[in-house]
């Protein structure tokens, strides 16, 4: 299994440029979410999805779009990217289990730089 | 939503000492509480985890805690070495998986 697997590992954009961050995991998981890191403030979550078809906004979802028409891939969408979205973004997934948490698999992450 | 607080930010050590880093979290409803390990330039990874019905976990030199009352809990290691040097982040979920990290802790264990 190759897990979580991110593209790019590295992307430059100008300010106002779109783009899509893919993801897609092979363990057949139902949970699948996308998270920030910034220094000093941790990991923080953009959005996450439970389920093919269904999407929620985490705590900084400004500025992303996410859609789950497969089990597999989660990919997010910056519609015109500002210095502000400048971060390490990584994906995660995980089964969901009956009224208990379950730990997180992470993707090596996408830095992106917004100049 | 969830809110976790996590301290110290920064935390040295001396070889073979223990160290202890501390969380709280603020929505009741939060039942699973894990542990990440994050070297520099890689991704986080699980090292220890615990769940509400449980108040404390352990696994060779690390341990958790959980005061579902307080609503806190906390990572310990123990005998530490060169080798757990790295950034430490505490997380708080419930049911259906939203999770929130603590800011994280970074953790020098000098020789």
């Known amino acids: 299994n190759a897990g979580v697997t991110q593209t790019p590992k590295f992307q430059v954009l100008k300010t106002g440029q779109s783009m899509t961050l893919q993801c897609a995991q092979d363990m057949n998981h139902e949970y699948m979410s996308w998270y920030r890191q910034d220094p000093g403030m941790g990991l923080r979550l953009i959005h996450y999805?439970?389920?093919?078809?269904?999407?929620d906004q985490g705590e900084v979802p400004n500025g992303y779009n996410v859609s789950r028409s497969t089990t597999e891939d989660f990919p997010l969408r910056l519609l015109s990217a500002a210095p502000s979205q400048t971060s390490v973004y990584f994906c995660a997934s995980s089964f969901l289990s009956t009224g208990l948490g379950s730990p997180l698999h992470f993707g090596n992450g996408t830095r992106l730089t917004v100049t | 939503g969830e809110n976790v607080e996590q301290h110290p930010s920064t935390l040295s050590v001396q070889e073979g000492d223990s160290a202890v880093i501390k969380c709280t979290y603020s929505?009741?409803?939060?039942?699973?509480f894990p542990w990440y390990k994050q070297e520099l330039g890689k991704r986080p990874q699980l090292i220890i985890d615990?769940?509400?019905?449980?108040g404390e976990k352990k696994d060779q030199r690390i341990a958790v805690t959980l005061n579902k009352t307080a609503k806190h809990f906390s990572l310990h290691i123990t005998e530490t070495q060169p080798e757990d040097s790295a950034v430490y982040f505490c997380a708080a979920s419930k049911v259906n998986n939203d999770m929130r990290f603590g800011a994280g802790t970074r953790l020098t264990v000098k020789p």
């Open positions: 615990i769940r509400s019905n449980v």
């Open positions: 999805s439970v389920g093919a078809g269904i999407t």
């Open positions: 929505d009741s409803a939060s039942n699973y």
